[in-house]
T-cell receptor, first 114, second 109 residues
Framework: DADVTQTPRNRITKTGKRIMLECSQT?????MYWYRQDPGLGLRLIYY???????NKGEISDGYSVSRQAQAKFSLSLESAIPNQTALYFC?????????????FGPGTRLLVL | GQNIDQPTEMTATEGAIVQINCTYQ??????LFWYQQHAGEAPTFLSY??LDGLEEKGRFSSFLSRSKGYSYLLLKELQMKDSASYLC??????????WGAGTKLIIKP
């Protein structure tokens, strides 16, 4: 079984719609992240959470919101989707207690906004 | 600002050796990571360097020079399955990962 899962894997929506992307992990990690990836660009951080009560904006948080419902769950919402939010979205986790704080990624959600 | 530079694309031949370079300028340094990403899939961890020198792991090795802000990933005995993008990322003073845009490696028979 995958340690980091994302739902849905693919989503097509229309401009103005609200959508939620969900991430769950069984790794027991305290830190979770949401990234987007666009062709030719590196991974860009949207939001990150160091524990359930800690939420921080990343490089490109405008137009997005998040919720850390539990240590294992971190959701990303697009309140009113727009076409330039079409991208591949990744959730990642890491363990702050690890000497080498490697991030582990979910399989990604491919989002198309029409 | 913070910046990670790596070549956009490289081509190599099956069975050969290829070196992918990464240079960085970041606010602080807490280690450098290399990830492999096949098209449409998630990045997967390959290697981590925090001290200067070479780390070897099977066919893959990674080198770091902190004074030069430079790293490379060396892939030996290339196989067709090594065709992928290779992402360089630096952990900055806040332990945030700063990502390069990735190097697309094309392996030819």
């Amino acid at each position: 079984d995958a340690d980091v899962t994302q739902t849905p894997r693919n989503r097509i929506t229309k401009t103005g719609k609200r959508i939620m992307l969900e991430c769950s992990q069984t790794k027991g990690h305290d830190r979770m992240y949401w990234y987007r990836q666009d062709p030719g660009l590196g991974l860009r951080l949207i939001y990150y959470s160091f524990d359930v009560k800690d939420i921080n904006k990343g490089e490109i948080s405008d137009g997005y919101s998040v919720s850390r419902q539990a240590q294992a769950k971190f959701s990303l919402s697009l309140e009113s989707a727009i076409p330039n939010q079409t991208a591949l979205y990744f959730c990642a986790t890491s363990d702050s207690a690890a000497v080498q704080e490697t991030q582990y990624f979910g399989p990604g959600t491919r989002l198309l906004v029409l | 600002g913070q910046n990670i530079d790596q070549p956009t694309e490289m081509t190599a031949t099956e069975g050969a050796i290829v070196q992918i370079n990464c240079t960085y300028q970041t606010s602080g340094f807490n280690g450098l990571f290399w990830y492999q990403q096949h098209a449409g899939e998630a990045p997967t961890f390959l290697s981590y360097n925090v001290l200067d020198g070479l780390e070897e792991k099977g066919r893959f090795s990674s080198f770091l020079s902190r004074s030069k802000g430079y790293s490379y990933l060396l892939l030996k005995e290339l196989q067709m399955k090594d065709s992928a993008s290779y992402l360089c990322a630096v952990s900055d003073s806040n332990y945030q990962l700063i990502w390069g845009a990735g190097t697309k490696l094309i392996i030819k028979p």
